[in-house]
C-alpha cells in the first residue's frame, strides 16, 4: 500500500503514542485532515481559534504524561496559537506542534499568507524543523515526539508543507526513544542534606523551592518527609504545571504572585534549595523594587535541574538524613459549610471546595477573585490543579478541553475570570461538539481587577475617568449565559450564594459541559 507524506506522518505518530490532535487547519493541510479517515487510531479534536488548540493541547498532554499534537494553518495560525504556546513552553509541556506550509515550489511567488514561521516558532519552541522530503517526513515525525518528550518536557514544532504531504512517500517509521532524565550530582545530594542537617535547630532558615513540574504525590511526599524531619520549610513556584492536592497529600505552599507577599513567605531563609526550579523573580518590575526575590545574605543551592530526576533526587536526600517512609505531613480532610447569603468570590470559593467531587481536576484561571480558591479545597478529597503557567491570560477553558478530553471518566472544573474568559470562549464549542463532562464557573465582575491593582503598583499614579475605563469591562455586561448557550453549552446565572451551590451541584451531577456564571462584585 502506498502512501502519501500525511499518512506516513499520521501513522508515525500515532505508533509513537501520540493519538490525539487539536486543530485548526486550513487548505496547506488537508491531506492530513483526509489521513484521519485512513487513521482511524487517531482522534480529531476541532477547534474554532487556534488558541485553544494549542491549550487544549498542552492540557491533555499535562494529564497524560505525554505528547498531544496541534495542526494549525500557516503563519497566521501559529500566530493566533502562540500565547497557549508560551504557557506550554513555560510548563514544560511536551506538545508536538505541527505547523501548515506553502509547498516548497510556492513559497518564493510571497502569496498573501506567507510568513516566516520559523521567527514565529522559535519565541515558544524548544525543538523544531523543517519537513523539505516526503521521504523524510515520518522520520521527522519520529524524531519531533522524542524531542518533545525530552526531561523535562517542550514544545517540538514541526513545520510541514503541503507538497510533502501529498507526495508519495515511504511508509511510517518506529518510535525513537525520548532522552532519560538525568541523574543529580551525588555531591549535590551530600552537600543539601549536610546543609539540612546543620540547620535543624533552625526551623524555617532553610526552604526547599520545588519546580513548577514538581506536583505529584511521591514528589511532595517525599519533599515533605525532609522538612518534616529537619523543620525546613516546602516552597514551590508560583504556577505549578500539575499538581496533586487534598486530604492525605502533603501540602506544598506556593510562593505568593505578588512580591510582596513572596518576600514574606521568603523572609529568614538563610538557604534555598531549588529542586527543579530557578532563583524566583518577581513578575514585573517595581519603580524602587528589586526583581530578584531571594533575600540578602541567602545561599542558594542547586539540589537538581529540571532536566534531572528531581523526585529521586528528593528521595535520597530524604533517605540520607533518616527520614521515615511515612514521615510526610498530609493535608487533613476538611471542607468549608455551604454558603448562603450574598455571593462574593468568598462564597463561591467555599461552595467549590464543599461540594467538588474526587478526583476532579481543576483548571485555574480565576485570577485575582479566585484567590480563595486554594484555601477552601485545600482538604477536599484528592484532586489534581493546572495553573496558568506563563501568566498569557485565555488559557483555562482550552486547558479544561485538553484535561477532559484525556480524563473522560474525570469531572474537570474550570474556575475563570470574565475577562479572561472572553480570550478562548470558543472552547465551550469544543466542549460541547465534543460532550466533555466540564463544569466552567464564570466569576463575573466586570472589571480587569488584576490591572486595577497593578495601576496602582507600578506607580502610574491616580487614575482617571479616562484610565479607568480601560479597565472595565462592565459597559456592556457580559452575558455569559447566552454566549454559552449560543455555544451549545447550557449555562446558569446566580446571583445568590443558594443560587450558586445549587446550580453547581447540578452541573457537577450532569454529564456533559455547563456553564455556572457567579455575579460577585468587584475587587476582593
Known amino acids: 500500500m502506498t502512501m502519501n507524506g500525511a499518512q506516513a506522518l499520521m501513522r508515525t505518530l500515532v505508533g509513537s503514542g501520540v493519538d490525539t490532535c487539536f486543530m485548526n487547519p486550513g487548505t496547506s493541510e488537508m491531506h492530513f485532515v483526509a489521513a484521519l479517515d485512513d487513521v482511524p487510531e487517531m482522534r480529531g479534536v476541532l477547534a474554532l481559534f487556534e488558541g485553544v488548540a494549542t491549550g487544549a493541547a498542552d492540557g491533555y498532554a499535562r494529564m497524560v504524561d505525554r505528547p498531544a499534537c496541534t495542526l494549525l494553518h500557516l503563519g497566521p495560525g501559529l500566530g493566533n496559537g502562540v500565547a497557549n504556546l508560551h504557557n506550554a513552553r513555560r510548563a514544560r509541556t511536551p506538545l508536538v506542534n505541527i505547523v501548515g506550509d506553502h509547498a516548497t515550489y510556492h513559497k518564493a511567488l510571497d502569496a498573501p499568507l506567507e510568513s516566516d514561521i520559523d521567527a514565529l516558532a522559535s519565541n515558544v519552541s524548544g525543538w523544531m524543523r523543517n519537513s523539505k522530503l516526503p521521504g523524510e517526513v515520518a522520520q521527522d515525525a519520529a524524531d519531533a515526539v522524542a524531542a518533545a518528550a525530552t526531561p523535562p518536557g517542550q514544545v517540538a514544532t514541526l513545520i510541514l508543507p503541503a507538497d510533502v504531504c501529498w507526495t508519495e512517500a515511504g511508509g511510517p517509521v518506529g518510535p525513537v526513544p525520548a532522552t532519560a532524565a538525568g541523574t543529580a550530582d551525588?555531591?549535590?545530594?551530600?552537600?543539601?542534606?549536610?546543609?539540612?542537617?546543620?540547620?535543624?535547630?533552625?526551623?524555617?532558615?532553610?526552604?526547599?523551592?520545588?519546580?513548577?513540574?514538581?506536583?505529584?504525590?511521591?514528589?511532595?511526599?517525599?519533599?515533605?518527609?525532609?522538612?518534616?524531619?529537619?523543620?525546613?520549610?516546602?516552597?514551590?513556584?508560583?504556577?505549578?504545571?500539575?499538581?496533586?492536592?487534598?486530604?492525605?497529600?502533603?501540602?506544598?505552599?506556593?510562593?505568593?504572585?505578588?512580591?510582596?507577599?513572596?518576600?514574606?513567605?521568603?523572609?529568614?531563609?538563610?538557604?534555598?534549595?531549588?529542586?527543579?526550579?530557578?532563583?524566583?523573580?518577581?513578575?514585573?518590575?517595581?519603580?524602587?523594587?528589586?526583581?530578584?526575590?531571594?533575600?540578602?545574605?541567602?545561599?542558594?543551592?542547586?539540589?537538581?535541574?529540571?532536566?534531572?530526576?528531581?523526585?529521586?533526587?528528593?528521595?535520597?536526600?530524604?533517605?540520607?538524613?533518616?527520614?521515615?517512609?511515612?514521615?510526610?505531613?498530609?493535608?487533613?480532610p476538611g471542607r468549608p459549610e455551604l454558603p448562603t447569603g450574598e455571593l462574593t468570590a468568598q462564597s463561591v470559593c467555599d461552595a467549590l471546595g464543599a461540594l467538588m467531587p474526587e478526583g476532579a481536576i481543576i483548571s485555574d484561571e480565576g485570577n485575582t477573585a479566585g484567590l480563595f480558591l486554594t484555601g477552601a479545597t485545600a482538604g477536599a478529597p484528592p484532586h489534581d490543579w493546572l495553573c496558568l503557567t506563563g501568566g498569557a491570560i485565555g488559557q483555562g477553558m482550552p486547558l479544561a478541553v485538553g484535561a477532559a478530553v484525556a480524563c473522560p471518566d474525570r469531572r474537570v472544573i474550570n474556575v475563570e475570570a470574565d475577562g479572561s474568559a472572553m480570550y478562548t470562549l470558543q472552547a465551550l464549542w469544543t466542549q460541547a461538539r465534543e460532550g466533555l463532562d466540564v463544569t466552567t464557573v464564570i466569576l463575573n465582575n466586570g472589571s480587569y481587577a488584576v490591572l486595577n491593582m497593578e495601576l496602582a503598583r507600578v506607580g502610574a499614579g491616580e487614575s482617571g475617568p479616562r484610565a479607568t475605563a480601560m479597565l472595565d469591562i462592565s459597559g456592556p455586561t457580559l452575558d455569559f449565559v447566552s454566549l454559552a448557550e449560543g455555544m451549545g453549552v447550557p449555562a446558569t446565572r446566580a446571583a445568590t450564594a443558594e443560587q450558586f451551590t445549587d446550580a453547581l451541584g447540578r452541573s457537577l451531577a450532569t454529564e456533559g459541559p455547563s456553564v455556572v456564571e457567579a455575579m460577585v462584585p468587584a475587587g476582593f
Open 186 to 332: 551525588p555531591d549535590a545530594l551530600d552537600a543539601v542534606a549536610q546543609v539540612l542537617r546543620d540547620h535543624q535547630d533552625q526551623p524555617g532558615s532553610v526552604a526547599l523551592l520545588l519546580g513548577g513540574t514538581l506536583g505529584r504525590r511521591s514528589e511532595l511526599e517525599a519533599a515533605s518527609r525532609i522538612c518534616a524531619a529537619t523543620g525546613a520549610k516546602l516552597l514551590g513556584d508560583v504556577f505549578p504545571t500539575r499538581l496533586e492536592r487534598g486530604a492525605g497529600i502533603p501540602a506544598v505552599e506556593r510562593l505568593a504572585y505578588l512580591a510582596e507577599f513572596a518576600q514574606m513567605q521568603l523572609d529568614g531563609v538563610r538557604h534555598l534549595v531549588l529542586v527543579g526550579s530557578t532563583e524566583p523573580v518577581t513578575f514585573f518590575a517595581y519603580p524602587g523594587k528589586a526583581g530578584q526575590l531571594v533575600p540578602d545574605g541567602c545561599t542558594v543551592h542547586q539540589l537538581a535541574a529540571a532536566s534531572e530526576d528531581c523526585g529521586a533526587a528528593l528521595a535520597a536526600v530524604a533517605d540520607l538524613l533518616g527520614a521515615p517512609a511515612d514521615g510526610f505531613v498530609a493535608s487533613p
